[in-house]
C-alpha cells in the first residue's frame, strides 16, 4: 500500500507482491520448451507469464469471465464538454440491457457475464423483471444523480466517494470467476479521465485532452478551456483519493473500488480504454501492487490514452483505433488471455513431439 494516508486508507485492501522469481523462471522455461523458435509467439509469451504470475500456477486456468460495466452522469457535461447529451447514459444502460450495444454482442460473442451497475445515472431505472439467462443484470448502486460540476467545487464530496468505492469492492466481491472485464458509459466522462490524468502525470490538460465521442477541434479547444479551468480550481489536491474526488466520477470511483478488490482477490484485470485505464491509474496510485494484475486490451484512439499508459508502462494488446469505452476492447482482446493459457497447457514441448532444438 502507498505510504501515504488519505481519506481512502480505511477502505483500502492489502495486496500482496506477487513477485516469485522461481515460477516466473518456471513458466519461461515452458514457453521456451515449447515447439516454436524461442520467443516467436511474441506478445503472447509475456501475457501467458504474466497469467501465470497472476494465478500463481504453471498452467493458469481463466474462470467464468466477467464484464463490469460502470456507468453514471457528470455534472461538467453541463459545460458542452461532450458532442452527446446526458440522456445518451441512460438510454445506453436501457441498450446494454436490451442487448444491442457493441458490448452486449460482444460479451454474448465470448460469452462474458455481463453485469452494468448504475453508479450514479440521473435517471430512475425503476424495478426491472429478473434478467432471462445470459442476458446483462442491472445493479442499482447510486450514489447521486450525476456528479456536481467540477468547475464549482469538488466533482463528488469525500463521504460519497468513499461510498463509490465500497461499492465497488462489493459488487466484485459478488462475483464469482477469476477475471474481471473493464467497462463504462457516462456521457462526459473522458473529461474527467483527462483531468485524472493530467493531476498524476503533471502535464498539461491540453496534451491529455481529446476529441471523446467526436468533438470537432474547436470543440476540443472549449473542452480544453473548460478543463484547465477545473484544474486551476482545484491546484491544492494532495493525494489521488482526493483527486478522485475532485476531478473523478461515481463510475470511475466504483471502478476503482472494483480494481482494488479484483487484485486483493488475485483475480486477472483486463483494462479497456481512457476511462477504465483512468481508474486503474488512481488505484496503482493508491496501492501499487494493483498493476500486477493488470492487463491492457488495446491503445484507445482517445488523444491522451498513449500517455496513461506510458504512465503505467504497460503494452496493450491491441490497436485497433477504437474510441467506444462500454469495455469492448477488453471483450475483444478476451480470446487472447484464452490462446495465452491454452499456449501453456497445450503446446507440445521439443521433447515430447520429438522435434530437434537449435
Ligand atoms: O474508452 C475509451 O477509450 C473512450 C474514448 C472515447 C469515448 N468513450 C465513451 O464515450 C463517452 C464519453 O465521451 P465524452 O465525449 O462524453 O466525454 C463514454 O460513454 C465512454 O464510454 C470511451
Ligand atoms: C451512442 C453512444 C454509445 C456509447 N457507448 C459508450 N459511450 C457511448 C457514447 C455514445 C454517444
Known sequence: MSDALNFLTPCLPEVADLSDPALSQRLQHLLDNKTKPVGALGQLESLALQLGQILGTEAPQLRSPQMLVCAADHGLAARGVSAYPSDVTWQMVENFLAGGAAVSVL????????????????????????????????????????????????????????????????VVAGLPGNVLLLGEMGIGNTSAASLLLAWCSGRPVAECTGRGTGLDEPGVARKVAVLEQVMARHAALRDP??????????ELATLVGAVLQAAAERRVVLVDGFITTAAVLIACALVPTVRQRCVFAHQSGERGHALMLQQLEARPLLSLGLRLGEGSGAALAWPLLQSACLVLAEMASFASAGVSQA
Open 107 to 170: 460479451a454474448r460473442q465470448h460469452g462474458l457475464a455481463l453485469t452494468v451497475v448504475d453508479c450514479g445515472v440521473r435517471h430512475d431505472f425503476g424495478p426491472r423483471p429478473e434478467p432471462a439467462p445470459g442476458a446483462a443484470r442491472l445493479l442499482v448502486r447510486k450514489v447521486g444523480p450525476g456528479t456536481a460540476d467540477a468547475s464549482l467545487g469538488p466533482a463528488m464530496s469525500e463521504a460519497e466517494c468513499l461510498q463509490a468505492v465500497r461499492q465497488g469492492r462489493e
Open 241 to 250: 483519493a482526493q483527486a478522485l474526488a475532485a476531478l473523478g466520477g461515481f
